[in-house]
């Protein structure tokens, strides 16, 4: 076995393979391996299919980019836009208010109690007003006695005496009794409308 010889150097060449092994044309022959030389060997161009390829996943990446910076302006907009309706919505409701409260305050006629009073304006029963006369001056004549309406001050009931009001109507109010009655002013004095109660 010692002397047996090199079963490679005895072959005979390849006929497809006809040149030396030596050659430099049998270096580029197919399933040869060459070295690659950092920074000697250069990367072969690529094809036009690997460049097709190559520009479509660029552009692919750039749409994804593009799309995915969208949705975060488009949430951004979004959230200004919803805090600058909350605060408009806010700002609607407190300026109806604001005009609902005003046109209560500029609608509604005050009110004022109206108690019937004698000439010492102690305060008697509202029929002596309702059922009495109507005389000049706001006067009411019941059982010959003159009467007549107190407008607001405080008035304890029958038996006390008015104070703190007025005998005429004060302008732009409504006048009514304690007991819901409203009062009227006619061209000769007062009357009353509505139920009387004692």
């Known amino acids: 076995m010692e002397n047996e010889p090199d079963n490679d150097a005895v072959r005979p060449p390849h006929p497809d393979n006809a040149d030396d092994a030596s050659s430099p044309a049998a270096s580029t022959t197919r399933g040869a391996i060459r070295t690659q030389e950092p920074g000697v060997t250069r990367p072969r161009p690529a094809t036009v299919a690997e460049a097709r390829a190559r520009d479509k996943a660029r552009k692919a990446r750039e749409v994804a980019e593009r799309f995915a910076a969208e949705q975060v302006a488009n949430a951004e907009r979004k ?15 407190g300026v109806v208010g604001v005009v609902a409260l005003g046109y209560q305050a500029f609608k509604a006629t005050p009110e004022v109690t109206a108690s019937c009073v004698d000439e010492n304006n102690v305060v008697v029963s509202d029929s002596y007003c309702g059922s009495g006369s109507p005389g000049i001056g706001g006067v009411f004549i019941f059982a010959g006695a003159p009467y007549r309406y107190y407008y607001g001050g405080a008035t304890g009931g029958v038996g006390t005496v008015a104070t703190g009001g007025t005998l005429t109507q004060p302008r732009g109010t409504v006048a009514k009794t304690k007991s819901g009655s409203s009062i009227s002013r006619g061209g000769f004095g007062s009357s009353s409308v509505g139920s009387a109660g004692g």
């Open 79 to 93: 959230r200004i836009q919803n805090r600058k309706t909350l605060m408009g919505a806010v700002a609607v409701v």
